[in-house]
């Protein structure tokens, strides 16, 4: 099978999937973006209002302050990968329980295993802790570990976690856009094939 043919696999499964309850409050499940080549995987927490409405990855408030940064860096979305830790909205953007997270992450993992990215940057702490467990890295605040790029070695291919604050975090504190500007410029070398 080719990578776009295991994609739509698992967007068929996610589009059916009622392993959580989230599925009876959501209007689309958001699958994910981007290219299935990128060298850098962007995962963040849940769909809010308006990605739950389009069926689309960081498209309402947090989405334009993702795409400043990206813009900051050069890149484009076409270039890198964007999905979440939860496929489906939680109601009132409460935060992701446990059970939801063990239910849906198996769809990100195989996520990851079709892209191989070089490097997953995580958005927020939903994203850090469940990555760095992923991957045997011993749990750390995001406040401890923003903006650092950890080595981790493992059969996916994936080379480097990077952790970043949340973009929504910018839409009310302008101090984190400034450290998640700074932040980002790490992912400047490793997003490019030819870098
Ligand atoms: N916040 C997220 O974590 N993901 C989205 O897709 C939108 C907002
Ligand atoms: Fe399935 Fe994930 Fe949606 Fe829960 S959040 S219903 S596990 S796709």
Redesign the pocket.
């Known amino acids: 099978m080719s990578k776009e043919e295991e994609m739509e696999r698992i967007e068929r499964e996610i589009k059916n999937c009622k392993k959580c309850e989230l599925w009876k409050t959501r209007n689309n499940p958001?699958i994910g973006e981007g290219t299935l080549n990128a060298n850098i995987v962007f995962v963040?927490?849940?769909?809010?209002y308006n990605?739950d409405k389009q069926g689309k990855?960081?498209v309402?408030r947090?989405?334009k302050v993702f795409d400043e940064l990206l813009a900051h860096i050069g890149l484009k979305r076409e270039e890198i990968f964007i999905t979440?830790v939860l496929k489906c909205r939680p109601p009132q953007n409460r935060n992701p329980l446990k059970n939801e997270i063990s239910a849906c992450t198996p769809y990100l993992d195989r996520q990851i295993s079709i892209i191989r990215p070089r490097a997953i940057a995580t958005?927020?702490s939903f994203a850090l802790h469940y990555i760095f467990e992923k991957f045997g890295l011993k749990r750390e605040t995001i406040g401890a570990v923003h903006g650092k790029s950890f080595d981790v070695f493992n059969l996916t291919g994936v080379r480097k976690i990077i952790p970043m604050y949340?973009p929504?975090t910018a839409t009310y504190n302008p101090e984190t856009k400034n450290l998640l500007l700074k932040d980002f410029e790490v992912l400047k070398n490793i997003c490019r094939r030819d870098a």
Do not use: D, K, T, Y
Request: charged residues 10%; proline residues 12%; aromatic residues 6%.
């Open positions: 958001v963040g927490e849940a769909p809010g990605e990855p960081f309402g947090a989405g979440n958005l927020g949340h929504a």
